[in-house]
């Protein structure tokens, strides 16, 4: 995952740990955890679909951020 591009976006849309994680309906700890990884914490494809209607994300966004690609 790219922090980096993930947390832009965040900053773009002005989002926070919270606001996602409340949208996705999952804990903030958790959001956190899929953010860094955590335990090998991951979107699923629901949450990255999501995340993309949220962002207006392109495929090559969503493979960037999510797939460091």
């Known amino acids: ?24 309906k999952i804990t903030p700890q958790r959001n956190s955890a899929k953010v860094n990884g955590t335990g090998g914490a991951e979107y699923t494809q629901g949450e990255i679909a999501l995340l993309k209607k949220r962002w207006k994300l ?3 966004e969503v493979d960037a951020i999510f797939f460091d690609i």
């Open 58 to 60: 392109s495929a090559r």
């Open 1 to 24: 995952m790219n922090k980096n591009m993930y947390r832009s976006k965040m900053a773009l849309f002005g989002d926070t740990n919270d606001s996602i994680a409340k949208y996705l």
